[in-house]
């Protein structure tokens, strides 16, 4: 129905950059905050930074500075601009949507299956 697919993931030494995507599509009517979501191995699954539909933004304490979230509505997509990587930043990262299907519906959270970046020191 509704499917989020993340790219951009991969191995990058530490001080290097990355950005990530991740593509909304099928029934959708509107998307509203969309963010972006950590999980290492035996670990919950934190919140790295979040966009509302209007552009508002939120980071974790441990991300200001360093990752930029930002999202393209025409194209239902949102970015993670991550620099100055660090080896604690070793994560799969998810990014999830509050998606609405059809005009008078609720909106639903959904969650992409995830892109690996590995930072080597």
């Known amino acids: 129905q509704v499917q989020l697919v993340e790219s951009g993931g991969g191995f990058v030494q530490a001080g290097g950059s990355l950005r990530l995507s991740c593509v909304a599509s099928?029934?959708?009517?509107?998307?509203?905050?969309m963010g972006w979501y950590r999980q290492t191995p035996g670990k919950q699954r934190d919140l790295v930074a979040s966009i509302t539909d209007t552009g508002g933004t939120h980071y974790a304490d441990s991300m200001k500075g360093r990752f930029t979230i930002s999202r393209d509505n025409a194209k239902n997509t949102v970015y993670l601009q991550m620099s100055g990587l660090k080896p604690e930043d070793t994560a799969v990262y998810y990014c999830?949507?509050?998606?609405?299907?059809?005009?008078?519906?609720?909106?639903?959270?959904?969650w992409g299956q995830g892109t690996q970046v590995t930072v080597s020191s």
């Open positions: 999830n949507g509050q998606v609405a299907t059809w005009r008078w519906g609720n909106k639903d959270t959904y």
């Open positions: 099928g029934r959708i009517f509107s998307i509203g905050t």
